[in-house]
T-cell receptor, first 112, second 118 residues
């Protein structure tokens, strides 16, 4: 089963670029890598998803090396409102179906 | 488009009481799931369903029952509430039975249900 490992917490000053790395050594061939953001008292929300190389949207970039055993979420020029928990997800297969489990995530604290 | 709707948002139960957390989605998603999140912790999967009539256990299923009689609804039942079940509960859904992490699917979450068992 594919498990993910992320740093428990990170601090960053406003305006800096933040990179959060996730390792997923047992990722399956067909699995995508998805990142979610969760603010206090809210459900997680989708940030970005990718399969390989680099993906960029209006919120973040996702870098995935060729072996796909890790991925890095990059948040450009963070602001205080980016303070949240960030989860890295890959799929798990069980009996032909797939269930989605979350790790503990990375708590990002943006400092003024 | 309402997305994923959970009710109630807040509930206080006495130990031993039973209750049902309701979850409904209007996106015709096959995959639905329930998570619980304890203070300062990540989300833990309780039960999930890959379609009407099909359910399976997640990481922490004990003390909870689910059923999936329709595509839209996925209620979570607490059989005999215990203080250890005090938590925030999130319902989620996504398009395909393959879940959210493959085939480019995205999980949509409800706003959460805050449950306190005293």
């Amino acid at each position: 089963l594919a498990k993910t490992t992320q740093p428990i917490s990170m601090d960053s000053y406003e305006g800096q670029e933040v990179n959060i790395t996730c390792s997923h050594n047992n990722i399956a061939t067909n699995d995508y890598i998805t990142w979610y953001q969760q603010f206090p008292s809210q459900g997680p929300r989708f940030i970005i998803q990718g399969y390989k190389t680099k993906v960029t949207n209006e919120v973040a970039s996702l870098f995935i090396p060729a072996d796909r055993k890790s991925s890095t979420l990059s948040l450009p020029r963070v602001s205080l409102s980016d303070t949240a928990v960030y989860y890295c997800l890959v799929g798990e297969r069980s009996g032909g179906y797939q269930k989605v489990t979350f790790g503990t995530g990375t708590k990002l604290q943006v400092i003024p | 488009n309402a997305g994923v709707t959970q009710t109630p948002k807040f509930q206080v139960l006495k130990t031993g009481q039973s209750m049902t957390l309701q979850c409904a989605q209007d996106m015709n998603h096959e995959y639905m799931s329930w998570y619980r999140q304890d203070p300062g912790m990540g989300l833990r999967l309780i039960h999930y369903s890959v379609g009407a009539g099909i359910t399976d256990q997640g990481e922490v299923p004990n003390g909870y029952n689910v059923s999936r009689s329709t595509t839209e609804d996925f209620p979570l039942r607490l059989l005999s509430a215990a203080p250890s079940q005090t938590s925030v509960y999130f319902c989620a859904s996504s398009y395909a039975r393959q879940g959210a992490a493959s085939s480019g699917n995205t999980i949509y979450f409800g706003e959460g249900s805050w449950l306190t068992v005293v």
